[in-house]
């Protein structure tokens, strides 16, 4: 009987090189996203990202009527003829109360143009609606939503959301979470300077 001789496979290297190569590729292009190429650049891109991109949208505005925080019915219907900003958002909720300073500014900014804001409370009752409106300086209508209807209305029961609806009462532009400045100047105030 003969003996057969086995060799040992010779192993292949690892390939350190190319990987290395790649994970040093991808920390270059990291850095490079990273890096900002402007102060301004990195606020705008700061700014924006925490905001998401409204989803253009085309329909009536639903009939909605609320009481507001002075005891008043009003109505969507009441806001034809200007550019209408409708905010769902509640007292508690983290994003909404991030978002406020932006709308009041921005309201602020342009309700000479013929643009508001309609905050509508999701549920809270009139004094903590009332006190938050004071706090934060909130010069447009806030409307209390007892029974969820805004909600139920433009289907979408995630806070905040904001629908914008134009001169002739259709709904253009429909947002779910914080909005930022960056995000109103882009979207809104095209709509505003529409006649």
């Known amino acids: 009987m003969t003996k057969k001789k086995y060799r040992r496979k010779r192993q292949k290297p690892f390939p350190i090189v190319p990987i290395a190569l790649g994970i040093l590729l991808i920390g270059f292009a990291f850095m490079a996203l990273a890096s900002p190429k402007s102060a301004n650049t990195a606020a705008d891109t700061d700014e924006a990202s925490s905001s998401v991109v409204p989803f253009p949208v085309n329909y009536a505005a639903p009939e909605l009527s609320l009481q507001n925080i002075n005891g008043e019915t009003e109505s969507l219907a009441d806001y034809r003829e200007q550019v209408v900003l409708v905010n769902n958002w509640a007292t508690w909720c983290p994003p909404c109360k991030a978002e406020m300073p932006t709308l009041a500014a921005y309201y602020n900014e342009h309700h000479a143009d013929g643009f508001t804001i309609i905050a509508i409370e999701a549920g809270d009752p009139l004094e903590p609606v009332a006190q938050f409106a004071k706090d934060y300086g909130l010069k447009f209508p806030v409307w209390l939503d007892p029974n969820s209807e805004s909600l139920q209305a433009f289907g979408n029961g995630s806070l905040p959301n904001s629908?914008?609806?134009?001169?002739?009462?259709?709904?253009?532009?429909?947002?779910?979470?914080?909005?930022?400045?960056?995000?109103?100047?882009?979207?809104?105030?095209?709509?505003?300077?529409?006649?």
């Open 163 to 195: 629908y914008v609806i134009d001169r002739s009462g259709t709904v253009r532009y429909a947002w779910t979470g914080e909005i930022s400045r960056a995000m109103l100047e882009k979207y809104v105030t095209p709509l505003i300077s529409e006649n």
